[in-house]
């Protein structure tokens, strides 16, 4: 976000509130017997090879009930930010009224956040353009696309993953040796995670400065600063 700020791009950060208990609280909800039967999925799917992962990803995301239900609202969230823009910003001292078009949006997001933006661009016709950071195609998976400009980037553990799903004209970028958390800025400021393999074996920082990026220029074909 910053990055993208310092090219004089406004950012707005969306944070939910609650989020994960609300995950927590749809898990508990389910029969043992569906947990058990998606935890097997997604074990499966870690030991597939590339082109399985796509084949087996589709029926996973489908199966994701719960993930779905919280995507589908937080795009719906979005689209509510957008809606009252104009009410955040007029809280920024000096802002003049109607001096930044907020009738578009180009939507980045990391994990889950990529799923969400993904939702929201079907749902919403500000949306310009999609970044996925190594997210999932989690939310109505009713076989619609996404129609705006979509950069898909992957992490290589995840490498591919997503690929029957996403449209056909998206923009694919997989960054080597890394794993889903080194598109967080966690990777850096905890080094030790690389050495748990929790993270890949790719430099941090180098990953990250390359996200950004890649990220900044793809939004810039769109819409030029």
Known sequence: MEELASHGYVVMALAHAEQYAELQALNRSQSSEKRKKDTALSKQIERA??????????????????????????????????????????????????????TSANLVGFSIGGAVSTEASLLDERVQSVVNLDGGMYGTNDGTQPTAPYLMMYSSINAGINDNLIPSHATQLTLPHSNHLN??????????????????????????????????EFITTIQPT
């Open 183 to 216: 598109f967080h800025d966690i990777s850096i400021l905890l080094p030790f995670l690389r050495y748990l393999r929790i993270t890949g074996s790719t430099n941090p920082t180098t990953l990250i400065e390359t996200r950004n990026e890649a990220v900044r």
């Open 49 to 102: 090879s590339e082109s399985e992962k796509a084949e087996l990803a589709v029926e996973f995301y489908r199966a994701s009930t719960n993930t779905n239900q919280i995507v589908v609202e937080r795009a719906r969230d979005t689209s509510y930010v957008l809606d009252n823009a104009n009410k955040l910003l007029e809280l920024i001292p000096g802002y003049k009224a109607d001096s930044i078009d907020i």
